[in-house]
Antibody
Framework: QVQLQESGPGLVKPSETLSLTCTVS????????WSWIRQPPGKGLEWIGY???????NYNPSLKSRVTISVDTSKNQFSLKLSSVTAADTAVYYCARPLVDSSGYYYYYWGQGTLVTVSS | DIQMTQSPSSLSASVGDRVTITCRASQSISTYLNWYQQKPGKAPKLLIY???SLQSGVPSRFSGSGSGTDFTLTVSSLQPEDFATYYCQQSDSTPHTFGGGTKVEIK
């Protein structure tokens, strides 16, 4: 059974870079889609982007200039970097793995989420 | 971006009630529509994919329908564990946008 676990600082200063890692267990990280999704406190879900097959990326245009998603196959981890953060980036960040077939992308595997607060 | 609009944003219902939540896409998304349930402090859980396919392990009281721009999630007989927030999400094109959510509360 695939399991995902987010890790990283819970507090980031404004204008700095948010960095999170998702550790994948129970399966290889190769040849799948890996995604980040966030949820501001009390609000809805926002798709950040995904990485596929360890190299091909697709980002939300609203965040594209600030986001980087990468994979470290040697550690079975993938990561999120979000630069120049503001208070609006305060959210619970989830890593997720969609199942992908002719029916589309459906997000089945999720981490438990980690709250990142942007504050000085 | 494709905008997903859910209604209502919240509802109050009793155990045993039939509940219907609607989701409308700003353009046609065929059946690339998923439904999730989220409880406080937890990650979303996939209920329905491809508009009407029940994810394995999800109770049969949940059902989904629709295609194009209009979709519904129905709970045939609401159970105590179903009080939660429900989200629709499209995967027809990126970004994979979510609806604003529908909070189902106890009447």
């Amino acid at each position: 059974q695939v399991q995902l676990q987010e890790s990283g600082p819970g507090l980031v200063k404004p204008s700095e870079t948010l960095s999170l890692t998702c550790t994948v267990s129970g399966g290889s990280i190769s040849s799948y889609y890996w995604s980040w999704i966030r949820q501001p406190p009390g609000k809805g879900l926002e798709w950040i982007g995904y990485i596929y097959n360890s190299g091909s990326t697709n980002y939300n245009p609203s965040l594209k200039s600030r986001v980087t998603i990468s994979v470290d196959t040697s550690k079975n981890q993938f990561s999120l970097k979000l630069s120049s953060v503001t208070a609006a980036d305060t959210a619970v960040y989830y890593c997720a793995r969609p199942l992908v077939d002719s029916s589309g992308y459906y997000y089945y595997y999720w981490g438990q989420g980690t709250l990142v607060t942007v504050s000085s | 971006d494709i905008q997903m609009t859910q209604s209502p944003s919240s509802l109050s219902a009793s155990v045993g009630d039939r509940v219907t939540i609607t989701c409308r896409a700003s353009q046609s998304i065929s059946t690339y529509l998923n439904w999730y349930q989220q409880k406080p402090g937890k990650a979303p859980k996939l209920l329905i994919y491809a508009a009407s396919s029940l994810q394995s392990g999800v109770p049969s009281r949940f059902s989904g329908s629709g295609s194009g721009t209009d979709f519904t999630l129905t709970v045939s007989s609401l159970q105590p564990e179903d009080f939660a927030t429900y989200y629709c999400q499209q995967s027809d094109s990126t970004p994979h946008t979510f609806g604003g959510g529908t909070k189902v509360e106890i009447k």
